[in-house]
């Protein structure tokens, strides 16, 4: 991999430990460990590992990534120095390492609404389209105009139209983003008090401690922290990791835990679930990496 070591803007390390970007603990490593510093960058090594076929799973802040405990022979190709953001009217463009966080504090000083009811959480907007998170009954998806993505070896604009937005989905897991383009709304309201307690809700409801946010997706008819709670694991641990007892559908873990761990309790939730209330829970983490 000279070809990458000798790109400008481009960081590269070997042998990578997958617990420094993990938020819940791993024993995994990948082969290849890639940070572009550059939209121009991020596009040069693209180019390469698509050419010479090396697999590779782009990532951002990490924080509903599962990563496993075995060794990925790919690239991990980290987005999060990709930070350029601007502001026109009531159009923000961001490039996908953008902190969700830093985003919606750039369109309250510019008092454009929407964004503040998705405070706190951590994910970088390039993830957070991915996933169209959400929060409140609102998605991110909903403020899409445009999108920039590299797909099959092309960079293409996708309007708003061409993209599926769904709950806690979106067909951009198909892609890379690269920029998006947000369309707001200005506002002469309180929109930092809004923020603010959409913070003060999501530290009063959810737990703290080393975890990926919610694991389940809830369904139309039921809330997954509900029917975990009700199937009786509060509490419940394997290993070095456990189900919160302030929010069942939060996996807590200590520093040192590893990935099977995580997936033990996950597939034991699963089943538990299924045979006592008969719901088919569906992952909201994304598993990445090498599972042993």
Excluded at 90 to 113: P, T, W
Aim: charged fraction near 25%; proline fraction near 2%.
């Amino acid at each position: 991999m000279e070809a990458l070591r000798n790109l400008e803007g481009v960081k590269v390390l070997y042998d990578f430990p997958l617990a420094k970007i993990s938020w819940v603990g791993t024993k995994g490593k990948a082969c290849y460990y890639v940070k572009p510093f550059s939209l121009d960058a991020l596009l040069d090594v693209l180019k390469i590992i698509c050419q010479k076929g090396i697999p590779y799973i782009v990532c951002g802040n990490c924080s509903n990534m599962l990563w496993g405990d075995g060794f990925f022979e790919g690239v991990v190709l980290d987005t999060r120095a990709l930070q350029a953001c601007s502001v026109e009217g009531n159009l923000i463009k961001a490039q996908a390492g953008v902190r969700l966080g830093e985003l919606i504090k750039i369109s309250l000083i510019h008092g454009l609404e929407g964004l503040e009811v998705l405070a706190g959480i951590p994910g970088t907007l390039g993830g957070a389209l991915a996933m169209n998170a959400g929060a409140f009954g609102r998605c991110i998806g909903e403020f899409v105009k445009g999108v920039t993505v590299w797909h099959d070896g092309k960079v293409l604009t996708l309007s708003r139209g061409e993209i599926d937005f769904g709950y806690r989905r979106s067909n951009l897991k198909q892609c890379i983003v690269v920029e998006v383009l947000l369309e707001l709304s200005h506002s002469k309201g309180d929109l930092w008090k809004i923020f603010n307690d959409v913070i003060e809700s999501r530290k009063s409801r959810f737990p703290k401690g080393r975890n990926l946010g919610s694991v389940f997706k809830n369904g139309d008819s039921y809330f997954a922290g509900r029917v975990i709670e009700e199937a009786g694991f509060k509490g419940y641990s394997i290993g070095r990791v456990r189900v919160s007892e302030k929010h069942a559908n939060f996996i807590l873990s200590d520093k040192d835990a590893s990935a099977q761990e995580y997936v033990e309790l996950i597939n034991l939730i699963k089943r538990e679930v299924l045979r006592k209330k008969g719901i088919r829970l569906t992952e909201e983490i994304v598993y990445a990496g090498s599972f042993i």
